[in-house]
């Protein structure tokens, strides 16, 4: 069985206030995009079986993974996260598990966490195991702070630490889309750490009702002056995408990719960069 797992955008991010816990209160509007992944898992072929079998107790996968790779060991993959989360409640038969990674890293777009959401759906729907929405949620929730938008994956308004949803009606599909993803790497934590935190003047629930013509004056990403700062080759591509005539730009999340929204098809081209149309 087959899924898709999807990139998300972040439309404004509020950085509210830092928590006991070490995590920091936000708010955001979480916005579906379609550059995505591919998450296959089919039964174990024991005909197949090699060195590369997991005999570990915990362990009943093989692992395959193309695309973009993935640094790092295999157990720290959120993928495989999402499994064992799953197999240590379900008996699950020994799977083949293979991702095909074109989400960027790095970017601000929550590739990592998508799979994790998609695998545990995938999971739920190829053996029937019968957990709710609300569950997966809750389960996704433990993996990271935005997986669980991706389990109903609609537009939504985050609080919390990305974790407290509220759907909300939001179709921006009338508009071309740009996504520019620079070859820079910019650390959450490190992110993080340069911002004061505050409370906003506007709530982004609020401001997400005005036209979007309106964006540009009201919502605002509270990592943009900080990472600008380190990183100005990504404020250059967010002013270059308004001198092309775009009605709202942003950098997504804590960065390096840089959105836009535009009346009609733009000819966007940058050097040294991924960009991505629709």
Known sequence: MICFPNAKINLGLN????????????????YPIGLKDALEIIPFDNSTAGADYKSAPTAGYRFFQTGIEI??????????????????????????????????????????????AFMLKLLNDTFSLGYTI??????????????????????TFATGIGNELKEIELDLSRYFFVLAKPDIFVSTKD??????????????????KRPVSEWKKLMKNDFEPSVFKKYPEI????QQLYDLG??????SGSGSSVFAFFEKETDVKFDNCFVWKI
């Not at 929730?141 to 938008?149: L, R």
């Not at 404020?235 to 967010?238: A, R, S, Y």
């Not at 775009?246 to 950098?251: D, E, L, P, R, T």
């Open 15 to 30: 950085i509210i206030s830092k928590r006991s816990d070490g995590y920091h209160n936000l708010e955001t509007i979480f």
């Open 71 to 116: 640094q790092g060991n295999t157990d720290d993959n959120l993928v495989i996260k999402a499994w064992k989360l799953i197999s240590a409640e379900k008996e699950i038969p020994p799977i083949d598990i293979h991702l095909l990674k074109k989400i960027p890293f790095g970017a601000g777009l929550g590739g990592g966490s998508a799979d994790a």
């Open 134 to 155: 609300s569950e997966l949620e809750h389960k996704a929730a433990k993996i990271g702070a935005d997986c669980a938008f991706f389990i109903r994956n609609k537009p």
């Open 191 to 208: 992110a993080y750490a340069m911002v004061s935190p505050q409370q906003p003047e506007i709530s982004l629930e609020r401001i997400i």
């Open 235 to 238: 404020c250059n591509i967010k």
């Open 246 to 251: 775009a009605i709202y730009a942003s950098m």
